[in-house]
């Protein structure tokens, strides 16, 4: 019996360029108390996260304002944000730890100050959004 010869090609693709770094932020009050984001409208949070960028960045030649910034999604885990891919590593750097006083945003509570915690950062959205895994010998 005699084969026969087909060309078939197998296509594989690798992922190797990402062009967005996304990071999923919680925003805290230093007295151990965690403020929802769903409190904080985007506008506001969009000024905190433009202030830590340009405080950190503005430094180093006023690089903050090529510097992209998208909110993602504002919900009580966290707020998620896009950045390009090539400025991550400095917008995490920039928001790793940053606090300000909510007396300069005119909320409510302008007494205390707000920080920032970078909670996850990756490459890929799903990475930041999804749930932690969490691993159990089997039974």
């Not at 750097?93 to 707000?114: P, R």
């Not at 950062?121 to 930041?128: D, T």
Request: positive net charge; aromatic residues 8%; charged residues 20%.
């Amino acid at each position: 019996m005699k084969r026969l010869k087909t060309d078939r090609k197998e296509f594989h693709r690798t992922l190797r360029l990402f062009p967005y770094g996304y990071l999923l932020l919680q925003f805290i009050i230093p007295n151990g108390s965690t403020t929802t984001s769903t409190q904080l409208d985007a506008v506001t949070i969009y000024s905190i996260l433009r202030l830590a960028i340009s405080q950190s960045l503005g430094t180093i030649g006023g690089a903050n304002a090529s510097v992209n910034l998208d909110i993602l999604n504002i919900a009580e885990e966290g707020v998620t944000i896009r950045v390009p891919e090539s400025e991550l590593k400095k917008v995490w750097a920039a928001l790793a730890g940053f606090h300000v006083s909510l007396e300069s945003f005119n909320l409510d509570n302008s007494s205390q100050e707000l920080g920032v915690v970078v909670m996850k950062s990756g490459k890929v959205l799903q990475s930041v959004v999804r749930p932690d895994r969490t691993w159990s010998p089997p039974s």
